[in-house]
């Protein structure tokens, strides 16, 4: 009979498996791969040592998708949170609706992200899509938002910060209804006005909240695929190649799994250090 104390190990064992299965195999088994030739039809896998790591490096498409991952993932997530900061205070506030208002505000969050771009990219058609519908109104020429290399890049972080804002607004003003109000009627005795009162009381408090919002944004952003893939495929040329679909290009359209598995630890690494940098400033 198990002792009491080793029942709660006995209740983890579970998930502790399906973890190890889940994560920690493939994880390991990437890494292992990312050293060895690959031929997955004829089952071969040959050493290589650090060679896909040194091509890596040397592929100037690489670097591309790099800048375009960290172009896209500073900018939604600046204005993700900017948003959803402003929101989450202005939902704070008594205002007329707020419950309804607020439903309906999580609709995008709620979406499937292949149905949001594929809506989006109706939206941005450039001879019957509405928004270019919306500025001939105004006399505007029709924008190519999507076939563009100037622009496409930034229609699909619009997208993207359509969707995951309610995310962001979500967990600041739970974070901020969650503040003692206390704090709040004694700096309005001392006569500190509502922008002292925002920079001094609220920021410092929700710190934390904001801190982690960043951190799943980023995190998110940083392995963003589906809607590259629906909304533009990497083009035009490789102007909304991130490193995802640069993974995927190698991996699934040209069959160097190596390749792939090598590009594919080195963007867990940098996500672990920019992680670290995060929590670093929670802790």
């Known amino acids: 009979m198990l002792r009491d104390n080793k029942m709660p190990y006995l209740f983890l064992l579970p998930t502790v498996i399906v973890l190890l299965l889940l994560t920690v195999y493939p994880l390991f088994y990437a890494i292992s791969i990312s050293f060895q030739k690959v031929d997955s039809f004829n089952g071969i896998h040959d050493f290589v040592g650090f060679k896909h790591y040194i091509n890596l490096v040397k ?23 900017l948003v959803g900061f402003a929101l989450a205070l202005l939902f704070n506030t008594k205002i007329i609706g707020r419950k309804i208002l607020r439903s309906i505000i999580l609709i995008p969050m709620l979406l499937p992200p292949i149905t949001v771009a594929l809506t989006w990219k109706m939206m941005y058609a450039y001879d019957y899509g509405i928004i270019n519908n919306i500025l001939s109104h105004f006399g505007i020429a029709p924008v190519e938002w999507l076939s563009s290399a100037k622009l496409a890049l930034f229609s699909i972080i619009i997208t993207d910060v359509w969707q995951w804002t309610p995310f962001v607004f979500l967990v600041l003003l739970a974070n901020l209804q969650a503040l003692p109000i206390e704090i709040y009627e004694s700096a309005k005795v001392d006569g500190a006005s509502a922008l002292k009162r925002l920079v001094y009381i609220t920021l410092p408090l ?75 400033q929670v802790l």
Do not use: C
């Open 206 to 280: 929700l710190k934390p909240g904001i801190i982690l919002v960043i951190l799943l944004r980023t995190i998110d952003t940083f392995r963003i695929f589906d809607k590259i893939y629906v909304l533009t495929g990497g083009g035009p040329g490789n102007s909304t190649e991130t490193l995802t679909f640069y993974i995927y290009q190698h991996g699934f359209k040209y069959f160097d799994i190596g390749f792939s598995a090598a590009t594919s630890i080195v963007m867990v690494v940098l996500i672990l250090v920019i992680s670290n940098s995060y929590i670093r």
């Open 59 to 81: 592929d100037i498409n690489f670097w591309v998708a790099l800048k375009n991952t960290v172009v896209f993932v500073l900018i939604a997530v600046v204005l993700e949170t």
